[in-house]
C-alpha cells in the first residue's frame, strides 16, 4: 500500500495565479517531507522541507502546509510563473532528515501564460 | 497502483566486493527506468537512465564500469556496485516509467548500501 500519496496527477494553473500541490501519507512514524521538483530528463531536485514539528515553512514563492492530523501536507507556489511547470514529488522519511525517502508518484504542474 | 520493488532494501558489503540491487515493477511494463543516488540535504543525483533492451545512459562523471546497470526486461533492472568502495555507501534509489505522458514516475523503496 502507498505510504505516500499524490492523488491529482495533473494540474493546470493560470500564471501569476496560486499553485496547491496536494500529499498525504499513512505512516504516522514520519517526521520529515519534503517537494522535489524535476524537469524532463534531469534527476529531482530538492525545493523546501518541513519537519514535523513545525506546521509551516516558506522560501520565497514556496511554502509548505503540513496537518499532521490529517496525514496532509501541501505545497503551495505564489505567484505562479511558466518556468514553474514541471513534476513534483512528494517524499517522506522516519528518522528526520537522514532517513530513507519515500515518494509519491507526483504531479504534474503546467502553468499557463 | 502501480508499485516499484527494489531488493534488498538494506545491504553490507566488504570494500572491493560488488553488489546487486534489483529494481522491479510489479504491476506494469517500465520501458525507462532511472537510477539515482541520494546525497547529503536529500539532493538526489541521476546516475543514469535504462530503457529496456538496450545500453544505459550514464549522466556524466558517473563511471560505467563501476556501476553497471542491466534493463533486461520490461519489469527489471539492476544496478550493480563493482568493487565496493566505502564512498560508494548511500541510498540508491530507482524509479520507473511505463512511458505514458504525464511525466508520472513510480519510485522503489531505496536500498541503503553501507560498504564496510
Known amino acids: 500500500d502507498q505510504q505516500v500519496k499524490q492523488n491529482s496527477p495533473s494540474l493546470s494553473v493560470q500564471e501569476g495565479r496560486i499553485s496547491i500541490l496536494n500529499c498525504d501519507y499513512t505512516?504516522?512514524?514520519?517526521?520529515?517531507f519534503l517537494w522535489y521538483k524535476k524537469y524532463p530528463a534531469e534527476g529531482p531536485t530538492f525545493l523546501i522541507s518541513?519537519?514535523?514539528?513545525?506546521d509551516k515553512n516558506e522560501d520565497g514563492r514556496f511554502t509548505v502546509f503540513l496537518n499532521k492530523s490529517a496525514k496532509h501536507l501541501s505545497l503551495h507556489i505564489v505567484p505562479s510563473q511558466p518556468g514553474d511547470s514541471a513534476v513534483y514529488f512528494c517524499?517522506?522519511?522516519?528518522?528526520?532528515?537522514?532517513?530513507?525517502?519515500?515518494f509519491g508518484k507526483g504531479t504534474k504542474l503546467s502553468v499557463k501564460p | 497502483g502501480a508499485v516499484v520493488s527494489q531488493h534488498p532494501s538494506r545491504v553490507i558489503c566488504k570494500s572491493g566486493t560488488s553488489v546487486k540491487i534489483e529494481c522491479r515493477s510489479l504491476d506494469f511494463q517500465a520501458t525507462t527506468m532511472f537510477w539515482y543516488r541520494q546525497f547529503p540535504k536529500k539532493s538526489l543525483m541521476l546516475m543514469a537512465t535504462?530503457?529496456?533492451?538496450?545500453?544505459?545512459?550514464?549522466e556524466q562523471g558517473v563511471e560505467k564500469d563501476k556501476f553497471l546497470i542491466n534493463h533486461a526486461s520490461l519489469t527489471l533492472s539492476t544496478l550493480t556496485v563493482t568493487s565496493a568502495h566505502p564512498e560508494d555507501s548511500s541510498f540508491y534509489i530507482c524509479?520507473?516509467?511505463?512511458?505514458?505522458?504525464?511525466?508520472?514516475?513510480?519510485f522503489g523503496e531505496g536500498s541503503r548500501l553501507t560498504v564496510l
Open positions: 535504462s530503457n529496456e533492451g538496450s545500453k544505459a545512459t550514464y
Open positions: 505512516n504516522s512514524m514520519f517526521d520529515y
Open positions: 524509479s520507473a516509467s511505463s512511458g505514458r505522458f504525464n511525466g508520472e514516475l513510480f
Open positions: 517524499a517522506a522519511s522516519v528518522g528526520g532528515s537522514q532517513g530513507n525517502l519515500i
Open positions: 518541513i519537519s514535523s514539528i513545525k
